[in-house]
C-alpha cells in the first residue's frame, strides 16, 4: 500500500498520489477546481452570441447555416466579377481604348439617362409652362412694349443720328486717307526708278553681271 503524504500547511504544491490531483497554484483565482473540471466548459457556446428573443435554437442554427452559404456566395461572386473586369480590361487594351474613352461613354450614357428620366422630362415640362406663362403676362408684355418704343426713340433722336453721321464720315475720310497714302507710296517709288541715280545703279548692275558671265565662259 503507498504510503500517503500528509498535507502540510503553507505548501503550495500537492504530491500527484493525493486523490489523482496535478499540481495546483493557490494564488490562482481557479484554486480548488479539478482539471478535468475545467476541461468540461463549453467553449463553443460560451463564445457565441445569445440569441434573440423568439429565436429558438433550430431556427437558429437555419440561419446561421444560410448566413453561411450566402457570405460564400458572395466571395464566390466577388472572384468572378475581378476575372470579368481583367477581362474586359485586355479587351479595351486590344481595341486601343483608353480610361479616356470609357469616361466619355459613361458621361454620355448618363446624360442620356438624364435626359429620359420622369424627373428630367417632368422639370423640362415645368420650366417651358413657366415659360409660357412669363412671356404671356402683362408684365412682360408691357415691358417687351416699352424697350420697343425706348429703342425706336433712340434710334430716331438727333443725338443718335449725328453720332452715327459723325462715324460714317470718320471711317469715309479714313478710307480716303489710306488711299492717298498708297497713291503717294506708289508715286514715289515709280519717280525713284525714273531717276538719275537708280538708273545708274541699274546701269553698274548690269554691267556686273556682264562681267561674270565673260569670265565664267573664258573659265570653260
Not at 35 to 43: E, Q, Y
Not at 156 to 176: F, N, P, R, V
Request: aromatic share 4%.
Amino acid at each position: 500500500m503507498p504510503a500517503v503524504l500528509p498535507w502540510i500547511p503553507g505548501d503550495a504544491r500537492v504530491g500527484n498520489s493525493r486523490a489523482g490531483l496535478s499540481d495546483i497554484n493557490l494564488n490562482s483565482p481557479n484554486k480548488g477546481l479539478l482539471a478535468d473540471a475545467m476541461t468540461d466548459v463549453p467553449v463553443d457556446n460560451a463564445a457565441r452570441s445569445a440569441a434573440p428573443e423568439g429565436l429558438i435554437l433550430a431556427e437558429e442554427e437555419e440561419l446561421r447555416s444560410e448566413l453561411a452559404k450566402v457570405e460564400e456566395e458572395i466571395g464566390t461572386l466577388r472572384q468572378v466579377l475581378a476575372a470579368k473586369e481583367r477581362h474586359c480590361g485586355e479587351l479595351k487594351r486590344k481595341l486601343g481604348l483608353t480610361p479616356l474613352d470609357g469616361l466619355k461613354q459613361n458621361l454620355s450614357k448618363s446624360w442620356h439617362d438624364v435626359q429620359v428620366s420622369n424627373a428630367y422630362v417632368k422639370t423640362s415640362e415645368k420650366l417651358g409652362e413657366w415659360n409660357d406663362k412669363v412671356t404671356q403676362s402683362d408684365l412682360y408684355l408691357s415691358a417687351s412694349s416699352t424697350l420697343e418704343d425706348w429703342n425706336e426713340k433712340l434710334t430716331q433722336s438727333e443725338a443718335y443720328k449725328k453720332t452715327q453721321e459723325t462715324l460714317s464720315q470718320a471711317g469715309q475720310k479714313t478710307s480716303a486717307a489710306l488711299s492717298n497714302v498708297g497713291s503717294v507710296i506708289s508715286r514715289k517709288l515709280g519717280d525713284m526708278r525714273n531717276s538719275a541715280t537708280f538708273k545708274s545703279f541699274e546701269d553698274r548692275v548690269g554691267t556686273i553681271k556682264t562681267s561674270i558671265r565673260a569670265n565664267g565662259l573664258s573659265d570653260m
